[in-house]
């Protein structure tokens, strides 16, 4: 039986001076592997100019550097929009999204195939859980994107398909891969990771204190009204997340933005102005807007007047916040809309009932 060869995208410099030592080499050869990976993205052997030529011949005998096969690149939006439908080695699909100037140069990217959590407003939720991500493939996502839009990325969010921290091992190995200042050298203040609040992994985010962001899928002030829309908010109450939260405002060296999608009665009162104020006091932070875009979710979108008004309210009550600009709508691309057309198979995860992915 013929072994499988080693991806080598996604390991580390200490795991990649291992392998090379495997395979008889001095551990240079692995700091080397890394630099040539990551800092110069190499996407063969052929291209790593100063290892042996028969280095290079074992490490095509027992290695591959790693790819995704894209399976669909979308046209262009007006605004330079663009989604990619990757398929993964096991024949699994994902979505990504880069976004020009926005500023910056922005990728959007998935953690896992599909979702367990089942938010309303999110079409990746009815998709259900297959699998969680490698850490690889999480970043194979980002230098993938950048190769087929030949730009140099700026900026990284996870806010595609997948709640980021029920994959906190691999999404946290790929932050630190990406922020890495001898290999992708993403500047940390421009990696954000998203979460509907995870609570234990929140209380891991404290105690790692990875180099990123980390943003909060909050949507509602009340627990009543945040379990209508976030099932998964019934075991992470706001009051304890919250305590997480200000206990991470101690180590993290980024303040804490609170995503907000706008949804008519449900979120948009007085009320839930004065409520946030309240939910985030000591907690460094910035409020999110976000536009409810079409998923078949039964929500009723708030209006632009009604947006508008919550944002002054949330001025008058001292909250920093932000309206994101919608991108991608027709392309499905925006905010909620990520969903890969997979068809059910018989090893899928059956979504909550499983609880947290492992």
Same mark, same amino acid.
């Given at each position: 039986m013929t072994q499988a060869k080693t991806t080598l995208i996604g390991l580390t410099r200490e795991e990649l001076e291992s392998f090379a030592r495997r395979l008889g080499q001095p551990l240079y050869r692995g700091r080397q592997l890394h630099r040539w990976i990551y800092a110069r993205r190499a996407r063969s052997f052929d291209e790593m100019s100063d290892l042996p030529a028969s280095f290079r011949d074992?490490?095509?005998?027992?290695?591959? =550097?790693?790819?995704?096969?894209?399976?669909?690149?979308? #046209?262009?939006?007006?605004?330079?929009?663009?989604?990619?439908?990757?398929?993964?080695?096991?024949?699994?699909?994902?979505? #990504?999204?880069?976004?020009?100037?926005? =500023?910056?140069?922005?990728?959007?990217? #998935?953690?896992? !195939?599909?979702? &367990?959590?089942?938010?309303?407003?999110?079409?990746?939720?009815?998709?259900?859980?297959?699998?969680?991500?490698?850490?690889?493939?999480? !970043?194979?996502? !980002?230098?993938?994107?950048?190769?087929? #839009?030949?730009?140099?990325?700026?900026?990284? !969010?996870?806010?595609?398909?997948?709640?980021?921290?029920?994959?906190?091992?691999?999404?946290?190995?790929?932050?630190?891969?990406?922020?890495?200042?001898?290999?992708?050298?993403?500047? =940390?203040?421009?990696?954000?990771?998203?979460?509907?609040?995870?609570?234990? &992994?929140?209380?891991?985010?404290?105690?790692?204190?990875? =180099?990123a962001k980390l943003a909060v899928s909050l949507h509602a002030t009340t627990d009543e009204r945040r379990q209508r829309i976030v099932p998964a908010a019934r075991a992470f109450p706001l009051d304890a997340l919250m305590k997480s939260l200000r206990r991470l405002a101690h180590v993290a060296r980024f303040p804490v933005t609170f995503e907000y999608i706008m949804i008519a009665g449900l979120n948009d009162r007085r009320k839930d102005a004065a409520n946030l104020r309240v939910l985030l006091r000591n907690i460094p932070a910035k409020v999110n807007l976000i536009r409810l875009h079409p998923t078949g979710s039964g929500l009723v979108p708030s209006d632009d007047e009604a947006i508008h008004r919550f944002m002054g309210w949330l001025v008058e009550e001292g909250i920093a916040c932000t309206l994101r600009v919608s991108r991608g709508v027709e392309d499905s691309a925006a905010c909620g809309m990520l969903f890969s057309q997979e068809p059910f198979r018989p090893t899928k995860a059956r979504a909550w009932e499983r609880g947290a992915p492992s």
């Open positions: 074992e490490l095509t005998a027992h290695a591959e =550097p790693g790819c995704l096969t894209v399976a669909h690149r979308s #046209s262009r939006a007006p605004d330079g929009t663009q989604k990619f439908l990757f398929e993964l080695a096991d024949g699994l699909r994902i979505e #990504s999204v880069h976004l020009p100037e926005s =500023p910056g140069q922005t990728v959007c990217i #998935s953690s896992q !195939v599909g979702c &367990a959590l089942g938010c309303t407003f999110c079409a990746t939720g009815k998709m259900g859980f297959y699998r969680n991500l490698r850490a690889g493939e999480i !970043v194979l996502q !980002v230098m993938e994107i950048e190769r087929l #839009s030949g730009v140099t990325l700026t900026n990284v !969010v996870f806010m595609g398909m997948g709640e980021p921290l029920h994959n906190y091992d691999n999404v946290v190995k790929a932050v630190r891969l990406l922020a890495g200042r001898d290999g992708l050298a993403f500047t =940390p203040s421009r990696i954000t990771v998203s979460t509907v609040g995870i609570i234990p &992994a929140v209380e891991r985010w404290c105690n790692d204190n990875p =180099p």
